[in-house]
């Protein structure tokens, strides 16, 4: 059965260091995302991608953040200059194109931990 | 702003006992539902999705859930569960119109005691 999947499954980084989150997702889906939890909160939606550029992002995804697909299988996150605050799983998703209400389907997430 | 509140942030529960796991929504626009479940150390999977149509849903694994339009609530029920579903279940909206992001509630870890 097709997955999303998603590398690496932990990173550990020092406090402005780049980072950057990769996800491979389904490869007939159209729609990618990227969600993230805070450890003890609940997940948040940080941006969806369509057609190659962005189709939404939330307040959260600010000028430190940003997303390609850099060919036809990846799609990455990458964080410029990460904070303390950025610490948190990273889930990527994508959903096909066949409609509203859509399932997205889920990578494993990342852990990311900034010191 | 819409919202999803998961009213219980921790559920313990017998084996073969029944559960319900409660989901409110708030929206000024109609919205399609979702329950996730996540294992330990895996990503989100869809359980079950209510788009339209009848009110009772069911999904994987032996659980059901109720859309009820006029207490905005989307409550996710089994009646007799195993400790393989001992995981964190998550509540979800999406917008019919517009953005298809997911709205997220803050999560429910249900804990299956033998």
Redesign the interface.
């Known amino acids: 059965e097709p997955e999303v999947t998603q590398t690496p499954s932990h990173q550990v980084t020092q406090m402005g260091q780049e980072v950057i989150l990769r996800c491979v997702p389904i490869s007939n889906h159209l729609y990618f995302y990227w969600y993230r939890q805070i450890l003890g909160q609940k997940v948040e939606f940080l941006v969806s991608f369509y057609n190659n550029e962005i189709s939404e992002k939330s307040e959260i995804f600010d000028d430190q953040f940003s997303v390609e697909r850099p060919d036809g299988s990846n799609f990455t996150l990458k964080i410029r200059s990460t904070k303390l605050e950025d610490s948190a799983m990273y889930f990527c998703a994508s959903s096909a194109p066949s409609g509203r209400g859509n399932e997205q389907f889920f990578g494993p997430g990342t852990r990311l931990t900034v010191l | 702003a819409q919202s999803v509140t998961q009213l219980d942030s921790q559920v313990p529960v017998f084996e073969e006992a029944p559960v319900e796991l409660r989901c409110n929504y708030s929206s000024s626009v109609s919205v399609?539902l979702?329950w996730?479940v996540q294992y330990p150390?895996?990503?989100?999977?869809?359980l079950l999705?209510y788009?339209s149509g009848s009110t009772l849903v069911k999904g994987i694994n032996g659980f059901e859930a109720e859309f009820n339009k006029s207490q905005t609530s989307f409550h996710l029920r089994k009646p007799s569960v195993h400790i393989s579903d001992t995981a964190e279940y998550?509540c979800?909206v999406?917008f019919?119109q517009g953005?298809?992001?997911?709205?997220?509630?803050?999560?429910t870890r249900l804990t299956i005691n033998p």
């Open positions: 399609y979702f996730y150390n895996q990503g989100l999977q869809l999705k788009l998550f979800a999406t019919i953005a298809q992001k997911l709205v997220f509630g803050q999560g």
